[in-house]
């Protein structure tokens, strides 16, 4: 069973950085794509970062390039989101997600793709 835990979430001023962390736990698929998603209040869910498991690529919205950067510790199986210079916008709850066999480019556009959800971390940027 695949289980992703986030953490991390917080309020922050605009300007301000955060960095969320997402342990997982029980992924066998082959290849498997992990990203963050979120969803702000009366807003769809939306992709921000994705990364193939075990490699360096790495996909961005563009909504957050330059400012988020997504890696990963394979080492302990957790995934993070470094969020700089952050803005009013960027609020909202935060999922870690992972697509067995999915684009990692265009799981960001398609969340509907995602085979597991973490319960989300709250992102509250004050201006």
């Known amino acids: 069973e695949v289980q992703l835990a986030e953490s991390g979430g917080g309020s922050v001023q605009a300007g301000g950085s955060l960095r969320l962390s997402c342990a997982t736990s029980g992924i066998t698929y082959s290849g498997p794509c992990l990203a963050w998603f979120r969803q702000a209040p009366g807003k769809e869910r939306e992709g921000v970062a994705s990364i193939y498991i075990n490699r360096d690529s790495t996909y961005y919205v563009d909504s957050v390039k330059g400012r988020f950067t997504i890696s990963q510790d394979n080492t302990d199986n957790t995934l993070y989101l470094q969020m700089d210079n952050l803005k009013p916008e960027d609020t909202g709850m935060y999922y870690c997600?992972?697509?067995?066999?999915?684009?990692?480019?265009?799981?960001?556009?398609?969340?509907?793709?995602?085979?597991?959800w973490g319960l989300g971390t709250l992102v509250t940027v004050s201006s």
């Open positions: 997600a992972v697509a067995g066999y999915y684009s990692c480019r265009n799981l960001l556009h398609n969340p509907s793709a995602v085979d597991d």
